[in-house]
């Protein structure tokens, strides 16, 4: 299984998920990258820098300009990484989209990906999507709400699926 976010905050690796399986489209706030020679570093290193009285802390290989290695409003993706992401989605049989309005470009647009390669599509979200005639199921519904009982319901047939000797 993969993960595909468009989230910055890294709560999928602290939540547990296998940091190398998870693709942070966005980028990630745990980095910052100078703006100079695209050099990364931990952001919480930074911080410590300001925190010691630095108030402007530069890029110790160039000197250029430090910035949260992430993907603001109005710049490109990184190419490397939704080819990345394109290559999962074609592969993959299964892609679920989880609390998205599938409204935001190039990361929408792998639901159609997948499905173009031969994958289902299933959507959780609270509100319609452009992609749900894509789907195969649509669970309308709070994702806080769906994917606890979702979860339940799998173990619960995991259970009930196992030999009566496992048990
Ligand atoms: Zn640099």
Same mark, same amino acid.
């Given at each position: 299984?993969r993960?595909?976010? &468009?989230?910055?905050?890294?709560?999928? &690796?602290?939540?547990?998920?296998?940091?190398?399986?998870?693709?942070?489209?966005?980028?990630?706030?745990?980095?910052?990258v100078?703006?100079?020679?695209?050099?990364?570093?931990?952001?919480?290193?930074?911080?410590?820098r300001?925190?010691?009285?630095?108030?402007?802390?530069?890029?110790?290989?160039?000197g250029?300009?430090?910035?949260?290695?992430?993907?603001?409003?109005?710049e490109?993706?990184?190419?490397?990484?939704?080819? &990345?992401?394109?290559?999962?989605?074609?592969?993959?049989q299964?892609i679920?989209?989880?609390?998205?309005?599938?409204?935001?470009?190039?990361?929408?647009?792998?639901?159609?990906?997948?499905?173009?390669?031969?994958?289902?599509?299933?959507?959780?979200?609270?509100?319609?999507?452009?992609?749900?005639?894509?789907?195969?199921?649509?669970?309308?519904?709070?994702?806080?709400?769906?994917?606890?009982?979702?979860?339940a319901?799998?173990?619960?047939?995991?259970?009930?699926?196992?030999?009566?000797?496992?048990?």
């Amino acid at each position: 299984m993969r993960i595909l976010t &468009q989230n910055i905050d890294g709560l999928h &690796q602290r939540a547990g998920s296998t940091p190398r399986k998870v693709l942070e489209l966005h980028g990630s706030m745990r980095e910052v990258v100078c703006t100079g020679c695209h050099l990364r570093s931990p952001t919480a290193a930074t911080l410590e820098r300001v925190a010691a009285g630095e108030e402007d802390p530069r890029c110790t290989t160039c000197g250029g300009i430090l910035k949260l290695a992430v993907v603001l409003f109005g710049e490109h993706l990184d190419p490397a990484t939704v080819a &990345q992401a394109e290559k999962i989605a074609q592969a993959c049989q299964l892609i679920l989209a989880v609390g998205s309005s599938l409204r935001v470009e190039p990361a929408a647009s792998l639901c159609a990906v997948a499905v173009n390669t031969g994958a289902r599509l299933v959507i959780i979200n609270r509100d319609p999507t452009p992609y749900d005639d894509l789907a195969v199921a649509v669970v309308r519904e709070p994702i806080g709400t769906a994917l606890p009982r979702i979860t339940a319901a799998l173990a619960e047939a995991r259970t009930a699926n196992r030999p009566a000797a496992s048990r």
